[in-house]
Nanobody, 124 residues
Framework: QVQLVESGGGSVQAGGSLRLSCTAS??????MGWFRQPPEKEREGVAT???????NYAISVEGRFTISRDNAKNTLYLQMNSLKPEDTAMYYC????????????????????WGQGTQVTVSS
């Protein structure tokens, strides 16, 4: 049974940093990403990465967030710097067992495995 387990969320002040982790079991995936869902809003794509390390970022986080992966540890990361109150959301790790074209990377329905989410709260 596939499991994605996120960790690293918390509460920080604006300008602070957090690093989210997502450990996959029993195996890792080629195409993975981070999504977030602010209160009373739809889930949105934040960053994606494929097996070649090619990354893609939402405009709202580009230059502040970095997605990376450690294949040896089956772990996906999201380093979040210069956090803003509008980054407050539940953050989810997602994985696809199929190839994900770039154009579909930020579409939630593209991914067939999801973590339980980790809350990130940024205060002003």
């Amino acid at each position: 049974q596939v499991q994605l387990v996120e960790s690293g969320g918390g509460s920080v002040q604006a300008g602070g940093s957090l690093r989210l982790s997502c450990t996959a079991s029993p195996y890792f995936f080629s195409d993975m990403g981070w999504f977030r869902q602010p209160p009373e809003k739809e889930r949105e794509g934040v960053a994606t990465i494929n097996s070649d390390g090619i990354t893609n970022y939402a405009i709202s986080v580009e230059g502040r967030f970095t997605i990376s992966r450690d294949n040896a540890k089956n772990t996906l990361y999201l380093q979040m710097n210069s956090l803003k109150p509008e980054d407050t959301a539940m953050y989810y790790c997602a994985a696809s067992s199929r190839f994900v074209p770039l154009i579909a990377g930020f579409v939630p329905a593209t991914y067939n495995y999801w973590g339980q989410g980790t809350q990130v709260t940024v205060s002003s």
